[in-house]
T-cell receptor
Framework: GAGVSQSPSNKVTEKGKDVELRCDPI?????LYWYRQRLGQGLEFLIY????????KSGLPSDRFSAERTGESVSTLTIQRTQQEDSAVYLC????????????FGQGTRLTVV | GENVEQHPSTLSVQEGDSAVIKCTYS??????FPWYKQELGKRPQLIID?????GEKKDQRIAVTLNKTAKHFSLHITETQPEDSAVYFC?????????FGTGTRLQVFP
């Protein structure tokens, strides 16, 4: 596709369940970011992938959160044992790393934990 | 790691007035400073960016200035219009991850 694609668009889950969010970056983009945006709040950095380098996981809020990326393709963000405070929009973005240029965002996944 | 602070958190202006949003960053190695606009319910989109070898950049009604010595950069919107109402985020990056400020909610009243 032409842009960053995220799925699902919306996810409602019960507290305690695990969820998996998917991000398809723009083809050729080596850098991929995950951010969390709570209602009316800013963009909270979660994790950053750059090519085959070890990811920067410094923003993950707890060990319930994990993410994977295979090469320069799809990434999945997994939240285990979801809590109500995990409710937010999870945004993925990708960019050309070596050109230090625009990061393009996906439309986000709205996660609601009930 | 990089820390970006952004002020003000909310800004209300009359249509036609100017709006200024300011950001400071902590990592002197940062060399790329984009600004994103997020309209209600939509994804953030780049509106302008500046690199560390440039002090000012302008694109029609928006401009960004960068002071590397003081480690701050600003977004200036002139002749504001109601469609400028949105949340604006600044960000800073080295060749590493992109860190965003906390956002400024701009409201332009007709």
């Amino acid at each position: 596709g032409a842009g960053v694609s995220q799925s699902p668009s919306n996810k409602v889950t019960e507290k305690g369940k695990d969820v998996e969010l998917r991000c398809d970056p723009i083809s050729g983009h080596t850098a991929l970011y995950w951010y969390r945006q709570r209602l009316g709040q800013g963009l909270e950095f979660l994790i950053y992938f750059q090519g085959n380098s070890a990811p920067d996981k410094s923003g993950l809020p707890s060990d319930r959160f994990s993410a994977e990326r295979t090469g320069e393709s799809v990434s999945t963000l997994t939240i285990q044992r979801t809590q109500q405070e995990d409710s937010a929009v999870y945004l993925c973005a990708s960019s050309f790393f070596y050109r230090n240029t625009e990061a393009f965002f996906g439309q986000g996944t709205r996660l609601t934990v009930v | 790691g990089e820390n970006v602070e952004q002020h003000p958190s909310t800004l209300s202006v009359q249509e036609g007035d100017s709006a200024v949003i300011k950001c400071t960053y902590s990592d002197s190695a940062s060399n790329y400073f984009p600004w994103y606009k997020q309209e209600l319910g939509k994804r953030p989109q780049l509106i302008i960016d500046i690199r560390s070898n440039v002090g000012e950049k302008k694109d029609q009604r928006i401009a960004v200035t960068l002071n590397k010595t003081a480690k701050h950069f600003s977004l200036h919107i002139t002749e504001t219009q109601p469609e400028d109402s949105a949340v604006y985020f600044c960000a800073a990056s080295t060749t590493d991850k992109l860190i965003f400020g906390t956002g400024t909610r701009l409201q332009v009243f007709p």
